[in-house]
């Protein structure tokens, strides 16, 4: 079993910064491509950025340029570093974990972004 547990999240003003770390814990070795997600009110889920235990990274077009998705192996740790935030970038952000060996994910809790105007 894997538990994702995410922090960072909070309140910033539009134009700021805010970087979200998740920490993985439990059988790291099942895991696979680590994402970020995003979930507004009355909207569905979304990928913000995901990346490969190699490294390699994805991003979603509205977080390009913007966010930047890291990860360090040997911490068990990913981030997501968010930049020139804007109002619609308020959400619950969660951590997901690709399962490696059987389909689905391992998700997190979720933190929660508010952007004010």
């Known amino acids: 079993q894997v538990q994702l547990v995410e922090s960072g999240g909070g309140l910033v003003q539009a134009g700021g910064s805010l970087k979200l770390s998740c920490a993985a814990s439990g059988s790291i070795l099942s895991i696979t491509t680590m994402g970020w997600y995003r979930q507004a009110p009355g909207k569905q889920r979304e990928l913000v950025a995901d990346?490969?235990?190699?490294?390699?990274?994805n991003y979603a077009d509205f977080a390009k340029g913007r966010f930047t998705i890291s990860r360090d192996n040997a911490k068990n740790m990913v981030y997501l570093q968010m930049d020139g935030l804007k109002p619609e970038d308020t959400a619950v952000y969660y951590c997901?974990?690709?399962?490696?060996?059987?389909?689905?994910?391992?998700w997190g809790q979720g933190t929660q972004v508010t952007v004010s105007s």
């Open positions: 990346i490969t235990s190699g490294g390699s990274t």
């Open positions: 997901r974990g690709q399962r490696a060996f059987s389909p689905g994910a391992y």
